[in-house]
């Protein structure tokens, strides 16, 4: 192993420590102001869309990862917010393209983190929620929340998962019909 | 399927997003959205989603340190590699260099001065021609045993290789 220590006896990781690393964006504390304020919010999405807490719980830490990890930073807390939901969208994406990975059908309705504990209206409201999305696809299911939770444009929408904001409009017109649909079936109203 | 897209919706999606309907909402805009399809398949989404948003906005998180210094360590650590991936190359190339030199020295040596009969054997030996014959006149086991060492060696110079790569 001459080679190899030929290689690495260079002092190297010193002079690297005071460069590049100074670059990143934000300081701890900045990171941690920006983190509380879209942690949830990118959770949930990536919760609902999944179907699985323990995947979304692992998907938001690969996501913070990626995003103070990246060179190129748009400007601004409503870009930097976009650019966190297109991570955690190609992060989604990736997931569903891998040849084996659990059926949402499998997934456990206690993965979600239904609590005992909330009123009897929310229960049900949630629990609707959850059995509507588990009958979408999950691109519909991401639409539905980026559009409807999180409030996004279709352009933004059309950045943040890459589609052509043209069928942006269609596919989530189709989404919303199915899950309002849903939705009657089962008694929810709106109105109220 | 034919797209409509309703003229209050913008007014209705702000008051469904900041928490405002039906309360904020005139009787005329109440009032549109019980006899439009449109509007009211809208109140109906909007509203789970906005409260299953709500409820996501009250669930507790992990604290933020932990990740922003994992994120730290993988930015010094893509530092290092970018930073000593050129150095390994001109390594590598100036171990070459320094291997020719040596080569070239020493066979000027050897011309030079008096060569050992066996140096002069190995001499001929690299001659293409004769490399050719002496493989064509070898025993089945010392041609096992020269791929065997061949390979062997190459092995070793991948594994060192990668084992490099790998730290």
């Not at chain 2, 932990?66 to 390994?88: D, G, N, S, V």
Request: hydrophobic share 50%; proline share 4%; with cysteine.
């Amino acid at each position: 192993m001459r080679f190899r220590s030929l290689v690495w006896e260079i002092p190297l990781p010193q002079a690297v420590d005071a460069a590049p690393v100074a670059e990143s964006l934000m300081d701890d504390q900045a990171f941690a102001a920006f983190y509380e304020r879209t942690a949830r919010p990118l959770c949930a999405y990536l919760a609902r869309v999944s179907g699985s807490a323990t995947l979304a719980d692992d998907l938001l830490q690969e996501t913070y990862l990626r995003f103070l990890g990246a060179t190129l930073r748009e400007e601004g807390e409503v870009s930097q917010r976009r650019y966190l939901f297109r991570i955690a969208s190609n992060l989604l994406r990736d997931h569903w393209r891998k040849p084996v990975h659990k059926a949402l059908e499998d997934v456990p309705e206690s993965a979600l983190g239904v609590s005992e504990e909330r009123g009897v209206e929310r229960m049900e409201s949630r629990t609707l929620l959850t059995a509507g999305l588990q009958r979408l696809r999950p691109r519909e299911r991401q639409l539905l929340w980026l559009a409807y939770a999180e409030c996004y444009s279709h352009k933004e929408i059309a950045a943040i998962t890459g589609l052509g904001a043209a069928s942006i409009r269609l596919l989530l017109f189709r989404a919303r019909r199915k899950m309002a649909s849903f939705l009657r079936k089962n008694g929810m109203e709106g109105l109220a | 399927m034919k797209l409509r897209s309703c003229c209050r919706k913008a007014e209705l999606t702000a008051l469904l997003r900041d928490s405002r309907w039906p309360l904020g909402a005139d009787l005329e805009l109440r009032a549109h959205v019980s006899a439009c399809g449109h509007c009211s398949e809208l109140v109906l989404v909007m509203t789970v989603f906005q409260q299953a948003r709500r409820e996501a906005a009250q669930a507790e998180l992990d604290a933020p340190g932990t990740l922003w210094w994992r994120a730290q360590l993988l930015r010094r650590r893509k530092a290092i590699e970018t930073a000593t991936r050129p150095i390994m190359v001109a390594e590598i190339v100036g171990l070459v260099v320094v291997m020719a030199a040596l080569a070239l020295s020493g066979w000027r040596w050897f011309e030079a001065n008096a060569t050992p009969a066996w140096m002069l054997a190995m001499r001929d030996l690299l001659h293409p021609a004769a490399l050719v014959a002496a493989i064509a006149n070898a025993s089945p086991l010392v041609l096992v045993t020269a791929a065997l060492t061949i390979s062997v060696l190459v092995a070793a110079f991948v594994l060192c290789l990668s084992a490099a790569r790998d730290s």
